[in-house]
């Protein structure tokens, strides 16, 4: 079993992490600094609990390797939303914000190396 670490509170109550800590951590700790959790994920074996977004330099660069997530806990999409209290439709320039994020987020994703399978690294 493995340390978990995981940078909220709010991380240890959802349905990944409860079924991840079941499986396979040894215990769970949260951190808030992204700084501490890259230092802790490079010098031991903890697993880290996070969106690959966050750690996607480190990610390309080989240092860390994103586990693929068992398939009982296939993550689902997150849907961003965006309210404004002015008025209901939204503008030229709101549409341009969705269509660049979408695009980066499309972007970062090709440059997410292929995940190997968790059970590799079960021992």
Same mark, same amino acid.
């Given at each position: 079993?493995?340390?978990?670490? $995981?940078? &909220? /509170?709010? =991380?240890?109550?959802?349905? =990944?992490s409860i079924a991840l800590r079941e499986k396979l951590a040894s215990s769970v700790q949260t951190f808030s600094d992204v700084s501490t959790l890259r230092s802790l994920v490079s010098q031991t074996d903890a697993i880290w609990l996070t969106s =690959?977004? $966050? !750690?996607? &330099? &480190?990610? $390309?660069?080989?240092?860390?390797v994103q586990l693929r997530m068992p398939v009982e806990l296939k993550a689902s999409p997150i849907e961003v939303f965006m309210y404004f209290l002015d008025?209901?439709? /939204?503008? =030229? !320039?709101?549409?341009?914000?969705?269509? !660049?994020f979408r695009s980066r987020l499309t972007d970062l994703e090709k440059q997410i190396p292929p995940q190997p399978d968790i059970k590799s690294y079960q021992a």
């Open positions: 079993s493995f340390p978990l670490l $995981v940078s &909220d /509170k709010i =991380a240890l109550s959802n349905e =990944a =690959a977004y $966050v !750690a996607i &330099d &480190d990610l $390309v660069q080989g240092h860390f008025r209901r439709s /939204k503008s =030229a !320039a709101v549409l341009e914000i969705e269509r !660049a």
